[in-house]
């Protein structure tokens, strides 16, 4: 069945599949490893969802000596990872990769676009160690108020499932998972768009106002914009 994201109209509204984000989520992704005590045990890693492959190809460059897979069910997305690819990054075009194991696997914004969660996350856990996982937390007092933000968010980068911190812990809680890191993450105060109008300008004041002297939990939920980055090990059967 065609989807937004085999069709190519996501690639048309997304040009470049987010490969401008790669290096700012692959940060998070290292920091994340780093918290949880396992950067140094993870060799072998697979991105799921990789989109442009970004993310994978450059920490392909910087760690020679692991072993990098992505995959994504568009041949649009495919095709962009194929360009410039490392040696020892491999792709593939399909929503998984079948009979191998890994020592981590990332899903990095793609819990959101998934219709169903339990059966991804099941899958996901019988091929490796650790689940790395960036989540955004559409949910916010300020979503509630002007619900058409998640109607953009649905429209524009097809986000299903709106998270917020709470439920999302909730939801891996009841799937056994323990919690090895987890912090909030905020693309728009870490790496702030240029704004044109005076509103825009404004808000993004509140933004950091929120960002610097509140709880990053209270303010991802009055203010938005925030998403979470942990790693989890699944449960063991």
């Not at 950067?39 to 000596?65: H, I, N, S």
């Not at 897979?69 to 399909?94: M, R, W, Y």
């Not at 097809?158 to 693309?187: D, Q, V």
């Not at 004041?205 to 209270?218: G, K, L, Q, V």
């Amino acid at each position: 069945m065609e989807s937004i994201y085999t069709d190519g109209s996501y690639l048309q509204s997304n040009p470049g599949w987010h490969g401008q984000d790669a290096h700012w989520k692959l940060m998070h992704v290292l920091l994340a490893l780093e918290r949880a005590g396992a950067a140094d045990r993870v060799k072998t890693v697979c991105d799921v969802g990789c989109g442009a492959g970004e993310l994978v190809k450059e920490w392909a460059r910087l760690r020679p000596d692991m072993r990098f897979t992505g995959c994504d069910i568009s041949p649009q997305a495919h095709a962009l990872c194929l360009k410039d690819a490392p040696e020892n990054a491999h792709f593939v075009h399909g929503g998984q990769v079948q009979g191998e194991h890994f020592d981590a696997i990332l899903a990095v914004d793609v819990l959101e676009h998934v219709p169903d969660t339990d059966s991804f996350l099941s899958t996901l856990e019988a091929y490796a160690d650790l689940l790395v996982l960036h989540v955004p937390l559409d949910l916010s007092f300020r979503s509630v108020v002007k619900p058409e933000i998640l109607e953009e968010e649905r429209r524009t980068v097809g986000h299903i499932h709106f998270y917020t911190a709470a439920y999302l812990k909730r939801l891996l809680a009841a799937r056994g998972y323990e919690l090895l890191s987890w912090h909030y993450t905020n693309k728009y105060v870490e790496r702030p768009p240029e704004l044109a109008s005076a509103r825009s300008r404004l808000g993004m004041c509140i933004r950091r106002a929120a960002h610097y002297c509140m709880p990053r939990a209270w303010a991802a939920f009055l203010v938005g914009g925030y998403s979470v980055m942990l790693v989890a090990r699944p449960r063991k059967s």
